[in-house]
């Protein structure tokens, strides 16, 4: 066993990247929960958005255009949602399984001619001066785009439902959906574009996994990381940015263990690699009896003739 081998500024800027798929993810579902909508397909959205991104980076050679497509790859796979539950009043519990269930089939078969390939790599976003400090340097401003793009939205998604008029309609619908109907509200059409956006976070934290963490497709890539994001919503009590912590949590668990696996560590490798998810457990039973900040409507679908 060697710890010394484990370097504090490399670990700590590898966990920064480990969390940007969880936090993107989660970002997008808590904005679909808010509007009173409980969507359990992100694990679907987020590996249809890893395997159109990588076909798309490597087909026109643009790591860029692989996360634009998985962007809109995931919000219209989200439609197959919004067309069960907003329009066909179905479950949302049964029809957010279905849509994880045929986003790893069809992820599957769009990605077997993509095996063993190599996309585009992106370039990191060295800031003159920033990126040469000691230290604070290589943790903080020496990261591919997206993972400032993931703190950013996290920071918009804040600044959108505390302080403006369309963040204060998104949490209207989610508290009481009749009630904002009677005010003139179209609960739907609001619906619609949360879970679409949603779809889209899921799509870019699906392709940050096959264009950046793991630069490879791998049928089934995403390992969970959707249903991690799904737990992270209620640890954070639907905050965003809670949810930023609580990713940088779940992220820097999941690199300590492969670094301890790295290192030699005497503990079963079976254990280390489910740490993480042992740990998410953990802290969302301590924290299961604050249930003040859900939104009243969660999960309850809207009949217009009511």
């Not at 480990?18 to 989660?26: E, F, K, M, Q, S």
């Not at 069809?106 to 990126?131: E, T």
């Not at 994001?229 to 965003?240: D, E, G, H």
């Amino acid at each position: 066993m060697d710890l010394s081998a484990i370097n504090p500024v490399l670990l700590i800027a590898s966990l920064m990247v480990a969390a940007t798929p969880i936090l993107l993810a989660a970002i997008g579902e808590l904005v679909v929960e808010k509007s009173g909508v409980l969507n359990l397909g992100v694990e679907g959205m987020m590996i249809i958005g890893a395997v159109s991104g990588f076909a798309i980076a490597v087909e026109s050679g643009s790591p860029w255009l692989g996360f634009v497509a998985s962007a809109v790859a995931g919000a219209v796979f989200s439609l197959l949602f919004v067309l069960l539950t907003q329009v066909a009043k179905a479950n949302q519990v049964a029809s957010g399984l279905a849509l994880t269930l045929t986003g790893l089939g069809l992820s599957a078969l769009l990605g077997q001619s993509y095996v063993g390939i190599r996309p585009p790599q992106m370039g990191k976003l060295d800031i003159p001066l920033l990126s040469d400090l000691p230290v604070i340097g290589p943790i903080l401003f020496g990261h591919d785009p997206i993972l400032y793009l993931g703190i950013a939205l996290t920071a918009g998604v804040w600044a959108l439902l505390k302080f403006t008029r369309a963040g204060l309609v998104l949490r209207a619908v989610g508290e009481n959906h009749d009630a904002a109907h009677a005010l003139g509200y179209k609960v739907i059409r609001i619906r619609i574009m949360a879970i679409m956006f949603g779809g889209a976070c899921a799509g870019l934290g699906g392709a940050y996994i096959s264009l950046i963490r793991v630069p490879q497709w791998t049928e089934g890539m995403t390992a969970g990381v959707g249903w991690i994001a799904l737990a992270l919503v209620v640890f954070a009590s639907w905050k965003p940015w809670r949810a930023l912590l609580g990713a940088y949590l779940f992220g820097g668990v999941t690199v300590v263990q492969l670094n301890l696996q790295a290192a030699g560590v005497a503990i079963p490798v079976e254990y280390l690699a489910m740490s993480p998810y042992v740990i998410t457990i953990i802290v969302l039973v301590i924290l299961s009896a604050d249930k003040s900040s859900a939104p009243a409507a969660l999960g309850r679908n809207f009949h217009a003739s009511r």
